[in-house]
């Protein structure tokens, strides 16, 4: 069999190498894979969160937590008014109680009074019928008194003593030799301390 013949243009033809030019990325669309870079896969790289590096950075409250908190202070201070409102209610009460026979008392203070005038009128003589009579005047103004001291009545002393304006009110002065100015000459009417109130002080007389 005889060779093919070789057709003269065929000698010379060479199989078609197909080159993609070098990438141009905007130019010719023959892209040379190899060399071409803009198809390139980019990887992105996430970078470290810093945030917690920086000192003075502190991330928000969430909001939950936030209204927690705001109501735990709330609490504390409601309860803390409550303990306040109970210790000022307890000390009203204790006054109240320790003070609850004042308008009593100041009633009795007049009848008092008058139980003392009339054991003055008594005289020496105790056999005479004033003094008979007086007797029993006597031992119910005793007894009136030690009740009046059960419940924390005293009498304030003021004979001879320096004005006091706290236990004293001065309804007359007198100038006396050899006495000194602002002592308590007489005392006209008793004065009383309840515990530790003055109920009604005492009317004296003076010194100038």
């Not at 005293?154 to 009110?169: A, L, Q, S, V, W």
């Amino acid at each position: 069999m005889e060779e093919e013949k070789k057709h003269p243009e065929h000698e010379n033809h060479k199989p078609h190498e197909h080159k993609h030019e070098e990438c141009k990325c905007h130019g010719h669309h023959e892209h040379k894979h190899d060399d071409c870079k803009c198809h390139e896969h980019h990887e992105h790289k996430h970078e470290e969160c810093k945030c917690h590096e920086h000192p003075e950075h502190k991330h928000p409250e969430p909001p939950h937590e936030k209204r927690i908190k705001e109501l735990e202070d709330s609490l504390l201070r409601s309860k803390a008014e409550f303990i306040n409102y109970r210790k000022r209610l307890e000390e009203e009460q204790s006054r109240l109680l320790k003070y609850c026979n004042e308008d009593l008392i100041k009633e009795t203070l007049p009848i008092l009074d008058n139980f003392e005038r009339a054991i003055k009128m008594d005289d020496t003589n105790l056999d005479d019928e004033v003094s008979k009579f007086l007797s029993g005047f006597k031992m119910i103004y005793c007894n009136l008194v030690n009740i009046l001291k059960n419940y924390g009545v005293i009498e304030i002393d003021g004979n001879n003593k320096p004005f006091d304006p706290t236990y004293h009110e001065a309804i007359m002065t007198e100038k006396r030799d050899g006495v000194e100015p602002g002592m308590v000459l007489e005392v006209l009417q008793k004065g009383y301390i309840l515990k530790d109130r003055v109920i009604r002080p005492a009317m004296v007389k003076v010194s100038e």
